[in-house]
């Protein structure tokens, strides 16, 4: 299982970007997928998820509103949109998938593959 995620880059607060997550295998479609960040001097925190077939989303409260999971089995590909962002936001952006297919997976120990990370800048 490999998981390839990309699309960072630096942007002006309240600017929007979205980054993407490319997963190589046949069984993308039974995988809950998320997406974690990581700033510096932190722990890996959640911001995303979403089921297996793409019909339910749930965030962290922190992006609720602002951030927006969705997926696309055919293309293998799970991606986040982030608008109005904050310098708050910086960080090193991981997808993961949990193979167990359950629904409201939040805690990083719950998800068995993750990419490299990809990283956002927020500028002030």
């Known amino acids: 299982v490999q998981l390839q995620a990309y699309g960072g880059g630096l942007v002006q607060a309240g600017g929007s970007l979205r980054v993407s997550c490319t997963y190589s295998g046949r069984t993308f479609s039974s995988y809950t997928m998320g997406w974690f960040r990581q700033a510096p001097g932190k722990e890996r925190e959640f911001v995303a998820g979403i089921t297996k077939a793409g019909g339910t989303a749930y965030y962290a409260d922190s992006v609720k509103g602002r951030f927006a999971i969705s997926r696309d089995n055919a293309k293998n590909t799970v991606y986040l949109r982030m608008n109005s962002l904050k310098p708050e936001d910086t960080a090193v952006y991981y997808c993961?998938?949990?193979?167990?297919?359950?629904?409201?997976?939040?805690?990083?120990?719950?998800?068995?593959?993750w990419g490299q990370g990809t990283l956002v800048t927020v500028s002030s």
């Open positions: 993961a998938a949990d193979p167990s297919g359950n629904y409201y997976v939040t805690s990083v120990e719950k998800y068995a593959y």
